[in-house]
């Protein structure tokens, strides 16, 4: 890799706060910046060169017509990042493949649907091959700036993979199990210190799931409190729908 590593950001199907969650890290982002040159970020500058070393990649896979665009990121970049839920599972948009493609498109679009091209939403490692996710609806600026001090380093980005139950007990919190509530933390990944349980709203695991979730102890939480998996997969659905959805 060059001295200055140079770095893209891309964006697909979402709502870009991942890449304004990026913008925000203000003093640390001026670090970052005077150890790499940005040479793509069309939220904050002009240019648009496509020789670079580390691209990040925020969004889903949503139009076919996208697939050539990712296949040449793949092919300019070393190394590949997929910024947010919606690059690393499909996020919220992956909602649009359960209610059906056509359907959807009419319910938004009428008589116009025809209009717009889209197909059944997918992460972007479905598409090309990812080296590192940075989980999050929106990503925690602290992950952003870890794995990019990594990737300069030369070292690999430690991003949890231990549930949001850890972090949520670490802030003493009080479970929302035991507020009569339910919460998907027992299996979702940590990384944003249960941002949500925190400001006392469930999580919905926006994070993703761990590596290899403990489905009984999780089970076992459900059926103490009450619940029914079919519940609890409503909300796992919100954003990892992307692996149980039946596409088109
Ligand atoms: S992951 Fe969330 S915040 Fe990031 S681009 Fe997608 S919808 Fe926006
Ligand atoms: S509130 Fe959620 S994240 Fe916190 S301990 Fe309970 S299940 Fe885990
Ligand atoms: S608590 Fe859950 S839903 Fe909230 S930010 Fe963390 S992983 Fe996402």
Same mark, same amino acid.
């Given at each position: 890799?060059a $001295?200055?590593?140079?770095?893209?950001?891309?964006?697909?199907t979402?709502c /870009?706060?991942?890449?304004?969650?990026v913008?925000?890290?203000?003093?640390?982002?001026?670090?970052?910046?005077?150890?790499?040159?940005i040479?793509?970020?069309r939220?904050?500058i002009?240019?648009r060169?496509?020789?670079?070393?580390i691209?990040?990649?925020?969004?889903?896979?949503?139009?076919?017509?996208?697939?050539?665009?990712?296949?040449?990121?793949?092919?300019?970049? $070393?190394? *590949?990042?997929?910024?947010?839920?919606?690059?690393?599972?499909?996020?919220?948009?992956v909602?649009?493949?359960? =209610?059906?493609?056509?359907?959807?498109?009419?319910t938004?679009y009428? /008589?116009?649907?025809?209009?717009?091209?889209t @197909?059944? *939403?997918?992460p972007?490692?479905?598409?090309?091959?990812?080296?590192? $996710?940075?989980?999050?609806?929106?990503?925690?600026?602290g992950?952003?700036?870890?794995?990019?001090?990594s990737?300069?380093?030369?070292?690999?980005?430690q991003i949890?993979d231990?549930?949001?139950?850890?972090?949520?007990?670490?802030?003493?919190?009080?479970?929302?199990?035991?507020?009569?509530?339910?919460?998907?933390? *027992? *299996? %979702?990944? %940590?990384?944003?210190t249960?941002? @949500?349980?925190?400001?006392?709203? =469930? @999580?919905?695991a926006?994070?993703g799931?761990?590596?290899?979730?403990?489905?009984k102890g999780? $089970?076992d939480?459900?059926e103490?409190?009450?619940?029914t998996l079919?519940?609890?997969?409503?909300?796992?659905?919100?954003?990892?729908?992307?692996?149980?959805? %039946?596409?088109?």
């Amino acid at each position: 890799m060059a $001295k200055r590593p140079r770095i893209s950001f891309h964006d697909f199907t979402s709502c /870009e706060g991942c890449q304004l969650q990026v913008l925000n890290c203000e003093d640390e982002l001026l670090d970052v910046l005077a150890a790499v040159d940005i040479v793509q970020f069309r939220e904050a500058i002009d240019d648009r060169n496509d020789d670079y070393d580390i691209a990040f990649i925020e969004g889903a896979f949503s139009r076919e017509s996208d697939r050539a665009r990712l296949e040449a990121i793949r092919r300019n970049a $070393k190394i *590949v990042v997929a910024l947010g839920a919606c690059a690393t599972t499909g996020g919220l948009n992956v909602l649009k493949n359960y =209610r059906g493609v056509e359907k959807a498109m009419k319910t938004v679009y009428g /008589e116009h649907a025809r209009w717009y091209e889209t @197909c059944p *939403v997918q992460p972007i490692d479905a598409v090309i091959k990812v080296d590192y $996710k940075i989980h999050g609806c929106p990503i925690p600026q602290g992950e952003f700036l870890e794995v990019v001090k990594s990737l300069l380093a030369g070292r690999k980005p430690q991003i949890p993979d231990y549930p949001v139950c850890v972090e949520c007990k670490l802030r003493e919190n009080v479970c929302l199990y035991h507020k009569g509530q339910y919460c998907m933390g *027992v *299996v %979702a990944r %940590a990384g944003c210190t249960a941002w @949500c349980p925190s400001y006392g709203g =469930r @999580c919905y695991a926006c994070r993703g799931l761990v590596s290899d979730p403990n489905n009984k102890g999780a $089970k076992d939480v459900l059926e103490e409190f009450g619940l029914t998996l079919e519940k609890v997969l409503d909300e796992f659905r919100l954003f990892n729908g992307v692996y149980d959805v %039946a596409k088109e």
